[in-house]
């Protein structure tokens, strides 16, 4: 009976410790796994974060850009510079446009569209006075001093 006893005790004892190194194993296995998850997610939430970042900058400096732009319409005296500027003025809708466009589809929290919404308005309320002084400064007879004014 002492020698069934030992033996039991014996299997109880590896019985224990394999559960115990298994059950080890089992939350070490569920850790990484979780680990990579969160890695996935803070790897899209950066590359989402960043894109959004590169678009927003890209409409800054084009907005820069035709800022510039203005500034040295006014400045020159020949039409033909001054087309010449036109052209490249508006030539920079293009990236402007398409940044926009990009980061539209990727805004996702309601408050940062709110902050955009805002910022889109007053783009949308002072372009049309960039238009139509671009074109009366290019099609039009008007110089510097009278746009200044």
Same mark, same amino acid.
């Given at each position: ?31 990484? =796994? ?5 890695? /996935?997610?803070?790897? @899209?939430? !950066?590359?989402?974060? %960043?894109?959004? +970042?590169? &678009? ?17 319409? =006014? ?5 033909? /510079?001054?087309?010449? @500027?036109? !052209?490249?003025?508006? %030539?920079?809708? +293009?990236? &402007? ?53």
């Amino acid at each position: 009976m002492k020698r069934f006893f030992v033996n039991d005790m014996e299997s109880l004892t590896s019985v224990g410790f394999a559960t115990v190194i298994l059950l080890t194993l089992l939350g070490v296995t569920v850790a990484l =796994l979780r680990l990579d998850s969160w890695n /996935e997610e803070v790897f @899209e939430l !950066v590359t989402r974060v %960043s894109l959004e +970042a590169e &678009y927003t900058h890209t409409m800054r400096d084009v907005i820069r850009k035709r800022e510039v732009s203005i500034q040295r319409m =006014l400045a020159m005296n020949d039409r033909f /510079e001054r087309d010449e @500027e036109y !052209v490249r003025f508006t %030539s920079y809708a +293009a990236a &402007y446009a398409e940044a926009r466009e990009k980061l539209e589809s990727m805004i996702t929290s309601p408050e940062i569209r709110d902050h955009y919404q805002r910022v889109q308005d007053a783009i949308n309320y002072t372009q049309p006075f960039h238009e139509q002084l671009t074109e009366a400064m290019i099609h039009g007879n008007v110089d510097a001093a009278e746009i200044r004014a």
